[in-house]
């Protein structure tokens, strides 16, 4: 399935600024610090809250992920020269550098679109989340073949 990845992530962005504006607010902060703590977030559209679900929970059986956020949203794209106007569900997922590779390559696996669209964007975070974070996922079951 095709991405419209402006309109959607411009989208994404206001609708959750609310909800994230601290976050959003001390990004600066964080990417200032002597000991940035780096981490990743896969944005990854799903086509409703069932299968967002069991890709969150394979992912976080399989301690690939920490987290996973689902929010529902409507995206817009072409695909085939036709209009698209469709419900979504968005997946945030949490992960570290290290899975980030097994985290898209399962997704890849899971996921019922012909073309999943996976956006991972680097991110820093507090000491004790990075602390907590690098627990959950100490003994991952995936890894990239």
């Not at 600024?17 to 601290?22: L, R």
């Not at 669209?117 to 507090?126: M, R, S, W």
């Amino acid at each position: 399935m095709a991405c419209e990845t402006s309109l959607i992530f411009k989208s994404f962005a206001r609708k959750f600024s609310s909800v994230c504006g601290d976050v959003v607010e001390n990004i600066a902060v964080y990417k200032h610090r002597a000991k940035p703590h780096s981490m990743r977030i896969a944005y990854v559209p799903t086509p409703d809250m069932t299968v967002a679900k069991q890709i969150a929970r394979t992912l976080l059986d399989e301690q690939l992920i920490t987290c996973a956020n689902m929010h529902p949203v409507t995206s817009m794209y072409k695909e085939a020269e036709k209009l698209i106007d469709a419900s979504e569900v968005i997946l945030l997922l949490k992960t570290n550098n290290e899975n980030i590779a097994a985290v898209a390559q399962r997704i890849e696996a899971l996921h019922p679109y012909d073309t999943p669209c996976v956006l991972t964007f680097e991110a820093t975070a507090n000491d004790s989340y990075t602390r907590w974070m690098a627990e959950q996922l100490e003994h991952g079951t995936h890894k990239v073949e």
